[in-house]
């Protein structure tokens, strides 16, 4: 069983930047797809960012298009999101979680969430 935990959120101005990220603890993180997902006050889970278990493949919202950036580091069982270009729509709490079935774009697909890590851009 992978456990995950986030960390890097804060408080930002708009415009400002971020690194977010999951270290995952268990065995088999570079079996796994991972994602990204957030969620903000009154709002479901949406979807963010996807990596596939190489890397070879990523995937983003339209709302994260050309700003942010998913990465992984198999050899340190981590996950990666740069944020740059912040701004106060981005205000959720963020979480990694492992793709465990359906398409990498679909918040439904994903099972072990961390506990997440808060984002509040200030305006």
């Known amino acids: 069983q992978v456990q995950l935990v986030e960390s890097g959120g804060g408080l930002v101005q708009t415009g400002g930047s971020l690194r977010l990220s999951c270290a995952a603890s268990?065995?088999?993180?570079?079996?796994?797809?991972m994602g990204w997902l957030r969620q903000a006050p009154g709002k479901g889970r949406e979807f963010v960012s996807a990596i596939s278990w190489n890397g070879g493949r990523t995937f983003y919202a339209d709302s994260a298009k050309g700003r942010f950036t998913i990465s992984r580091d198999n050899a340190k069982s981590t996950l990666y999101l740069q944020m740059n270009s912040l701004k106060p729509e981005d205000t959720a709490v963020y979480y990694c979680?492992?793709?465990?079935?359906?398409?990498?774009?679909?918040?439904?697909?994903?099972?072990?969430w961390g506990q997440g890590t808060q984002v509040t851009v200030s305006s």
């Open positions: 979680a492992i793709n465990v079935a359906g398409p990498p774009t679909s918040a439904l697909a994903y099972r072990n």
């Open positions: 268990g065995r088999f993180f570079s079996n796994y797809d």
